[in-house]
């Protein structure tokens, strides 16, 4: 019988692993595929879109989270960033920079298009968790690693009455989403016939007075 997955909060040293896992995970998905339309450019690009966010946007506020395989491998992360903290300060973006741009190179443009949508559909109220990315290797998909690392935090916000958050990009992730406990709110598109994302929220499980 499999041990259950051990999700803990991930470590400096954890960055790059994390990065080539989300890489990975995030080949295909719509919304990168906006920023990269060439897939062998996005291929190319994603480890270093994602060591640099992890790196120098998530991590500081100790919202990252990874899940290992027996192997100790790390097979999962859930990029969380925590209650008003999800948009990217002044410092975090001067350090990024040099790195985003390295990695985004002639598709800057088609980046800021994508944050400046998310920032505008993202909700301010009430204060919240949000979930940026989450993926798992494709190697162990269906293994349970996602759900672990969902549980972890929803726990969390359900402990501490905090609502949670996340972008859905693709159609047929929105009922494995609705399974605990998020609901579609709105569906918005990038600019120019990008992709169709939805906005999903969940609401901390009320808890009852014994």
Not at 12 to 21: I, K, L, S
Not at 57 to 68: D, F
Not at 194 to 199: I, N, Q
């Amino acid at each position: 019988m499999q041990p259950e997955p051990i999700v803990r909060t991930s470590k400096r040293g954890d960055v790059r692993a994390a990065a080539r896992v989300l890489a990975d995970a995030f080949a295909d998905d719509p919304l990168m595929a906006y920023i990269w339309p060439d897939r062998e450019a996005r291929s190319a690009s994603l480890p270093r879109y994602f060591e640099v966010s992890l790196r120098h946007v998530h991590s500081a506020g100790g919202g990252v989270q990874v899940v290992c395989d027996a192997g100790g491998r790390i097979a999962g992360v859930a990029v969380w960033d925590p209650p008003n903290r999800w948009e990217q300060s002044t410092t975090s973006a001067i350090r990024a920079a040099p790195g985003q741009l390295l990695a985004l190179r002639t598709r800057v443009f088609a980046a800021l298009r994508v944050r400046g949508t998310l920032e505008e559909r993202h909700p301010r109220h009430p204060p919240h968790w949000y979930l940026s990315n989450i993926g798992t290797a494709s190697a162990v998909r269906g293994a349970g690693y996602g759900r672990a690392l969902l549980d972890s935090r929803l726990a969390d916000c359900d402990a501490n009455e905090l609502s949670a958050y996340l972008v859905c990009t693709r159609r047929e992730n929105i009922a494995y989403y609705e399974k605990f406990g998020f609901v579609v709110t709105e569906s918005f598109s990038l600019p120019g016939n990008g992709p169709e994302l939805w906005s999903m929220v969940r609401v901390a499980a009320v808890r009852t007075v014994p």
